[in-house]
């Protein structure tokens, strides 16, 4: 009897074990699939093997108690032996009648090539994600500080490379010991404006050449969030009062469907009569307000838009125009900006989204008054209140750091100034370049509806695209924002997160522990019988080899049966019929055991 014991316990530690191996497995990257999938099948046909030995073997008892409790026939009898391999053995009724436990088992041991089959199943291949929050190379910011201390003369290096500016400047002499020096501002760096209208085309932040390698790694997307200070325009339509035009110059009053007042107040370049480098070809005293920033030009806007539900006609008569059209009018001021950036890089295309932006003072505080000329000496007649807050050369580091924001500022408004109109004679007249960024909808060539986001989104732009050049002096690394990076390789570690899409596997335990709960409760409840039918057979365990049939069937009175067989090895249809327990059972003679035969056991 320990052999059914230890083949049930063999059975559940090889179920148990499959489970363990396949908890092992689950949510780890597929390698070697087929391996994998081949040890699951030898852990399930260990599993298999083991519970169907153990009840083989309590089957097997309860064939011998069967033949103690009940009468069979001899066709019957065969077909217990020989259902474990014959599944014709249970077309015949009387087992079922007769011997119902010893059939439940062998109907379980037929079912048995089912745990093989389901229980690798539960173990597959799905693709994921795998996150993995970590830290990463090479990760830049922005920094404006450095522009407040740039010496034009001596620029930093880093690895014999200069750093750029984004401003230019003049000076008023060559000698620096001169008590007339200084230096003022020219214009926008060319490097600016080139990332600026590559930035302007592109309609999103120009990416630094191969920055996902550099900062994710082969193979891997990842993700990271910065935060620096620097210029942004927040705009309101709450001011339309003080606009230099109205909205009867607009679709459906006008003819126009954008007008960009944005240079009124513009630093004038140049400043003043002068030669090479920008020194002044008058004597000194030079004008007081030589290259002073007088005010930072506010950005007018009227743009007019379709009405919901509303398509653009293919002529504009006065009705149609009043039917489609709507106009608005919205300002921008340019302010210094905190910001939050989140970068995005999936399959190497670079994503950004500005994910907060805190306005906190404008860039310079003055209010521009139109129609007052300066006569100050300089060709800048801009006048602004209050000229207390004008910013001057010699207060260098605040001028050099408002030449910074103020250059930036020069790239967009250069890229949003001037018109776009209607006219069905003459046709589209564009006079803007904004007709080439995404602030304009080509199909129609009117601005996007939300205009007024989409030109705060375009500037940022721009100022994320700095990071394309990693010699501005505005670039950064993030995790030592003091520290310039120059062109980055490698740099300290900055927090990200790593993601890439890969195979692993993936267990269902709720399954193979549906598949092998069966099995087991099965064979436990199959040990239990087998034990059950050890003690019917007064304590002996059978089995069903040769010797032990023969054994058994030597009663004598199994002769009176014909066991010629004809030239098919079948025996005459009499014999199969006849019952026996131990022995035979001969009609209408003998001792009336309530069944209307009488049977004779063999010792």
Known sequence: MWSIYIFFFLGVVAAISHHAFYMSLDGTEAKQQLVMLRYGGVLSYVSKASFMASIVLS???????????????????????????????????????????????????????????????????????????????????????????????NPPRIHDVIELSIAWYNTTSRNVEDPDFFDYFSAASQQVELSSRISAYLQKPVPRRNVALDICGSGWNCSYSIAFKGPGYKCSDQDIVNSPFTTSLLLPEGNASYIAHATVGDYAKPQIDCGEGGIPLQTPPYPERLGVFRTDPVLWIGYSSLKEGKTKPANLSEVIKADVFQSKIFSCRHYETNYEVSFNYSSQTQDTTVTKREFLKPIIDTTFIPGQDANDGTRDNTTAAPEANYIYPKDMEKYKLTAAYYSLGAQLRNHINGTMQF????????????TNTKLFNLETYLPVENLMSQLQSFYEDMILSLLSNPHFLVVAWAAGPANLSGEPKGGPMYECTKTRERNVFDYRARDLWLVYGTFIL?????????????????????????????????????????WRVDSKGDMPPEVGKAKIGYGLVISNTGVDHNLGEIFFKSE
């Open 522 to 562: 099965i064979s436990f409840v199959s040990v239990v019988l087998g034990r059950m039918a050890r003690s019917q057979n007064s304590g002996t365990f059978r089995n069903d080899r040769f010797s032990s049939i023969v054994g058994a069937t030597r009663g004598p009175h199994l002769d009176h049966l014909d």
């Open 59 to 153: 089957f097997r008892q309860q064939i011998w108690a069967t033949f103690r409790r009940n009468l069979l026939s001899i066709d019957a009898i065969d077909s217990l032996f020989a259902v474990m391999e014959d599944p014709t053995a249970m077309l015949n009724l009387e087992v079922f009648k007769n011997a119902k436990v010893a059939m439940f088992l062998a109907i379980a041991v037929w079912l048995s090539p089912l745990l093989v089959i389901l229980t690798p199943g539960t173990l597959t291949v799905e693709p994921r994600t795998l996150v993995n929050i970590t830290s990463c190379s090479s990760v830049t910011t922005l920094n404006f500080t450095p522009e407040a201390t740039w010496e034009w003369r």
């Open 423 to 434: 006219d069905d004679e003459t046709g589209t007249i564009t006079k803007t370049e904004a």
